[in-house]
């Protein structure tokens, strides 16, 4: 028995939509990591912040080259609707005072924590497609997946040491 190429298996329309919504939240996302690396800035986290806002940019900006390689390109309604969505981000509506701490710190964590996970399944499902024939290099997948994991584990880190100061009954903060 010999290896034959497997064709392409996947509904080009289906993934686009798939890869237009994450090129959204991308983008979004970008914004609000980087808003996050400003509220931060003078605390213990704000290294570790600052470089997960460097690599979620670099993430959102090889999504993209991924999308123009399989020729998914949003059409330009969508394209609107991305850049409306990242204005909106830029009001910061989970933290805009742009607090290190208390409930508005609290949730910015916990949705940038969602937004990495999003992320990281993203590639998992690229990943997976690429066994369908998806012609996407599989082991920069792979890569992109296991920073996603480690981005995961860094916000986890800093919500388990950040979630009781921003309790704190005293209004002291620990960050």
Partial sequence: MTDTPRTRQVDDDV?????????IAGNSGKRLFDEAAKAWEGTFHASALSRLAREVSEDADELEKIVQALGLEPPAHRKAVAWATEQAA???PLNPAHAAGGRAGQLELESLLTAVTGKCLLWKALLLLTGEGLPVDAARLEQLHDRALHQISTLSEIL?????ANFRADGTKQH
């Fill in 15 to 23: 993934l686009a939509k798939y890869l237009h919504s994450h090129l």
């Fill in 90 to 92: 830029k009001v910061d």
């Fill in 160 to 164: 388990r040491s950040a979630t009781a």
